[in-house]
Structures are given as structure tokens and as C-alpha cells.
């Protein structure tokens, strides 16, 4: 397979799509409200609630998802650098638009909501480089 690593780089990734995708479909305005839950709140600060925007959102975050499973299932590095890559074209845009877009956060709530999503980038990135060669 890709190794441990890769493994656990998409895991993380599955496991947060699966958290962020399925809030957003199946509770839309409990998302906006409430993400990332425990009293803080990252998206109702981005501008009005639009159901169409959160479901779309929610529904995107489960094809990356599916993309992080699929690999995981399949277990070869190609499909693993292409499940990073899909989360990275994703992600670099979406942590450019919230690097922008941080008024009406604490200090807590921009280190959290930008690292997560840089944390993420990172992850999809590296998955989708080339396996490290040994040098002899």
C-alpha cells in the first residue's frame, strides 16, 4: 500500500470530510449556526445563511470523502497522490478565502479555523507527492 503514513494523512482527511460533509447535508442551519460546535462559530460569521450554499458545501466535503475512502480501499499510491491532490485543489482556495475572511473571530477561533484548514492543505499535499525514493 502507501504505507502508515499515507494511511493515517487519509484518514484524517476522511474523517474530517465525514464530520464537516454530513453536519453540513443533513443539518444545514445547524452548520452555520454552530460549526465547529463547542460554543464557537466559524461560518455564521462569513455572511447570511443560504441552505443551497451549506448543502452544496456538505455535499462537496462527502465526494472528498468518498475520494479519501476509495483510496484507502484501493490502497495503491496512485490513487492515494490523486485523493491528495482532489483535497488539495479543494483546500488551497478554501483556506484563501478564510485567510481573507477573519473578521468577527477571536484570536482563538483564527488559529483554530486557519490551522485546521492549513493543517489540511498540508496533509493533501504531501499525500500527493511522489513516494521518497532510498538513496543507496
Known amino acids: 500500500m502507501t504505507g502508515t503514513g499515507r494511511r493515517a494523512g487519509l484518514l484524517v482527511l476522511a474523517a474530517s470530510g465525514f464530520f ?6 443533513v443539518g444545514p442551519r445547524s452548520f452555520y449556526d454552530s460549526f465547529p460546535g463547542f460554543g464557537h462559530h ?26 479519501a475512502v476509495l483510496a484507502l480501499a484501493w490502497g495503491d499510491l496512485r490513487t492515494c497522490r490523486m485523493a491528495g491532490a482532489i483535497w488539495a485543489v479543494f483546500s488551497a482556495p478554501h483556506l484563501y478565502f478564510h485567510v481573507r475572511h477573519l473578521d468577527g473571530l ?10 485546521t484548514l492549513a493543517a ?6 504531501w499525500l500527493a507527492l511522489p513516494e521518497r525514493t532510498a538513496r543507496p
Do not use: S
Request: charged residues 10%.
Open 120 to 125: 489540511t492543505l498540508v496533509i493533501a499535499v
Open 106 to 115: 477571536t484570536t482563538f477561533d483564527k488559529i483554530g479555523e486557519l490551522g
Open 20 to 25: 464537516v460533509g454530513a453536519w453540513a447535508l
Open 42 to 67: 466559524w461560518t455564521a460569521v462569513t455572511g447570511p445563511y443560504n441552505e443551497h450554499f451549506v448543502t452544496d458545501v456538505g455535499a462537496a466535503y462527502l465526494a472528498l470523502t468518498a475520494a
